[in-house]
């Protein structure tokens, strides 16, 4: 715009705004972190700002045009009257997650069905904060023969790991190094569990917000 130029001729940097999933900014490094640091080696004009919040936050954010993009485990914005882009930054394979103490661990040490999780309980977030988490929990636990017991619904996932820890539910979350290495935890893999990150962005966006999904759509994949 006539008003980037300027502000480009002045020697003024340019500013983009992200959202951040709480989940997704947890394994940052692992899921994207990566690829942004080299987006601005190559762009040292710009200056990124990041902001973390619940999904449904970040969604309105970008509806209302406080982000120009967002990064989470997310379908696109729910707006008639705009246009998304979005496209997969990372895949990421999906495990089970109790507290050490959970009783039910000393059961699956001489081996398990995985329909033998029918009578456990599992956390989920609240369907209005997104659906995805528990549409991949019923989807999950129906192809193992089983319909999820959800014994409690959160806000956002740092609440999730509250309760895992201070309860004997269980949690169908991402494999990520942050959680996987948590003392507290013990992690199961989830067989065939996989969640997809995604970046989102206006299609009427400014260029450079295309540039840095370009270099986001380029992360390695994590393997486990």
Partial sequence: SIDEARATQKGEREQITIGCEFISSLGSNELWQDNMALFLADHPDVNLHLHVDNLSEIKSGLVGGAFDAIIGCCYPPDDPTAQYMHAVINTVPMYLYARNGNPFLQTLEDGFDWCDFKDQEFIT??????????????????????????????????????????????????????????????????????YEIEVVWRQDAREIIDTLADYLKQQEPIAR
């Fill in 125 to 194: 977030t609240h369907v209005h904060i997104s659906p995805k988490p528990q549409d991949i929990l019923v989807m999950w636990c129906e192809q193992h023969g089983f319909t999820p017991k959800i014994g409690t619904y959160t806000e956002n996932q740092l609440s999730q790991l509250l309760e895992i820890k201070t309860s004997d539910k269980w949690l169908l979350s991402l494999g990520l190094d942050v959680l996987l290495n948590d003392p507290a935890l013990t992690a199961i893999p989830a067989d065939g569990g996989t």
